[in-house]
């Protein structure tokens, strides 16, 4: 966070508050209030779960406080009752908790409805809002058309009856609805009578069922950032045609305006960030939830194994800017820092993925050969392992190949290799089943081979390893940008993004590992454990494979 730490606010976004345009008197009372201090605030509608876009939306709003003498709040923006619940209002508060942040205040639009309807009446009483019969058509047709609603110039007593009757709940759903006086054929489409409040006979998750009519995004966020004194309300890009609107209904109101700056939002190769379109996946079964560790949801990247330090660098790294709203950062910068994480704090083991059994002929049946290996290679002083060679093994089946091939390093009949932290070991036999299929292989161990051996390969002791299941992971989407594919993005899913190996083994040490624990395993990848792991059965996921070149 370099970036924000050797610039102050106004110099990296280039406004200030002189430039909302605040009237002296109302500035100066937001000065009082604040004593001048920057204030962000990061604003989810808990219609679902955060995911990498909003990391970089919280590493903005909160860094760019903490680091200019501020604050940030977490303010739930809660108004669409259908589409919003608790779950979802928990899961964004454990992830801001998880990615470090301490929001100064947890707000929710919804703590102002009395303060909103209260403005809403004032707004009516100053000519600038009124009730509307149209139905939802032909509003959207008068709009596009730049034409009057015929109710628009119903009188301030009228509005107001009927604005209180909307509360009371005398009219249907979609019957009427408040709109704000813009301007209909104003040449920004925003300014053409948005929407302030509609009538909805849902409860909602935090306000109760208190109300029936419910503020818009439009009608409450400008008001809620004047409410809190947020002093810069950052957002993404596509609002940035709202800007106006913002500023209208708060010079309407006659209250403080924050300076507004619009920011890229961030786009990722091979994968789908909208909420929208996560829950459509989780609803056609392509993913199994909002937690699922292909999804860059925050929680399907902590299922991962990723870790809050690298999301927090990437976000630092990929920074801020106006443009560039639709550019596609590659995975692979996100896969780096978790790499690069991973590889100085992972301790370093090996699991067969799919196992096949090695017979070592010279080997006593109760025989054990213990030879001791380091945690992290170069760093004893970290903690070491110890593995122990029994007459039964198992070793990778993609390790052994009965026929030779060109830059093969595994057994062959001619090929002896080397096992980490033991001899090597030669073929004698393989023995297979009645129905041609393998069963298991006969080796001898020897501790000098004639020829220079490339192969060093792991395994495990059947005695001293444990079954484990074990999640591969590939892209989500073969096509870098679904997005850009519009209507048919979910065509480009990429069919086999899950591979699960049922009948991994691991070492037995691993039997306490717990969720979260995080590791290398030698020659394939980095993994953590999962939740769902049980006593009996350990799960892990693969977090990433080792280097770019060797992406599943
Ligand atoms: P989505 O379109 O993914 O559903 P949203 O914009 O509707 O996201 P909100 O919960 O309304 O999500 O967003 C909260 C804050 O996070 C907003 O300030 C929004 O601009 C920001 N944000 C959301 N998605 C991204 C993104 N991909 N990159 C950067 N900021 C984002
Ligand atoms: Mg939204
Ligand atoms: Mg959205």
Not at 51 to 60: S, V, Y
Not at 369 to 380: T, V
Request: charged share 30%; glycine share 6%; hydrophobic share 30%.
């Amino acid at each position: 966070f370099e970036m924000y730490k050797r610039k102050s606010i106004s110099s990296l976004i280039g406004r200030d508050l002189k430039d909302a345009h605040n009237k002296p008197e109302i500035l100066e009372e937001h000065n009082k209030i604040t004593g001048g201090k920057i204030i962000t605030r990061f604003p989810p509608e808990p219609n679902g779960f955060l995911h990498i876009g909003h990391a970089k939306a919280m590493r903005f709003n909160f860094m760019m406080a903490a680091d200019n003498d501020g604050f940030c709040y977490l303010r739930y923006d809660d108004t669409n009752p259908e589409k919003e619940s608790q779950e979802y209002i928990d899961s964004i508060r454990e992830c801001v908790g998880w990615l470090g942040y301490t929001p100064k205040a947890v707000n929710f639009s919804s703590d102002y409805f009395q303060q909103l309807y209260d403005f809403a009446v004032e707004l009516i009483k100053r000519g600038k809002a009124y009730v509307c019969h149209q139905t939802a058509k032909e509003m959207q047709e008068g709009r596009k058309e730049g034409v009057d609603s015929p109710y628009r110039n119903r009188t301030v007593e009228e509005n107001l009856e009927l604005f209180e009757g909307m509360r009371q709940g005398k009219f249907e759903e979609g019957e009427c609805c408040l709109r704000m006086k813009g301007q209909m054929d104003h040449k920004n489409s925003n300014m053409r009578d948005h929407v302030a409040y509609r009538i909805k006979y849902t409860p909602h998750p935090h306000a109760g069922d208190k109300w029936c009519v419910y503020p818009t995004y439009d009608y409450t966020h400008c008001i809620c950032d004047s409410i809190e004194h947020v002093s810069h309300s950052l957002c993404t890009l596509e609002f940035e045609n709202r800007r106006e609107s913002y500023y209208w209904l708060l010079d309407a109101l006659d209250i403080f305006k924050p300076v507004v700056w619009e920011y890229s939002r961030l786009n990722i190769s091979n994968t789908i960030l909208s909420k929208r379109k996560i829950d459509a996946l989780i609803k056609e079964g392509h993913v199994d939830s909002w937690r699922d560790p292909r999804l860059l949801t925050l929680e399907g990247l902590k299922r991962r194994g990723y870790t809050p330090a690298a999301i927090n660098e990437f976000c630092d790294c990929i920074g801020v800017s106006r443009k560039g709203n639709e550019n596609v950062v590659d995975v692979k910068l996100l896969e780096h820092f978790i790499r690069k994480d991973l590889d100085e704090n992972a301790p370093r083991t090996y699991c067969v993925t799919d196992p096949i059994r090695v017979v070592i002929d010279n080997m006593g049946d109760d025989e054990e050969i213990s030879n001791e290996a380091d945690l992290f290679p170069g760093n004893p002083e970290k903690g070491k392992i110890t593995y122990t060679l029994t007459k039964s093994i198992f070793i990778e089946e993609a390790d052994f190949s009965e026929e030779p091939q060109a830059k093969y390093f595994g057994l062959t009949p001619e090929q002896p290799v080397r096992i980490f932290s033991g001899p090597y070991i030669k073929l004698k036999e393989v023995v297979k089943n009645e129905d041609g299929s393998l069963s298991h292989l006969v080796v001898e161990k020897v501790d000098e081979v004639e020829k220079k051996v490339k192969g060093c390969i792991h395994w495990v002791s059947e005695k001293y390893s444990i079954n484990a299941r074990v999640n591969l992971y590939d892209r989500l989407f073969t096509h870098e940008n679904p997005k850009a594919l519009g209507k048919d993005w979910m065509g480009a899913i990429n069919p086999v993004s899950l591979i699960v190996k049922e009948n991994a083994r691991m070492w037995a040490h691993l039997s306490d590992i717990k969720p979260y624990d995080r590791f290398q395993f030698l020659r394939k990848g980095y993994f953590t454990v999962d939740e769902d792991s049980t006593d009996d059965l350990k799960i892990l996921n693969c977090t990433v494979t080792l280097s770019e070149s060797k992406d599943a």
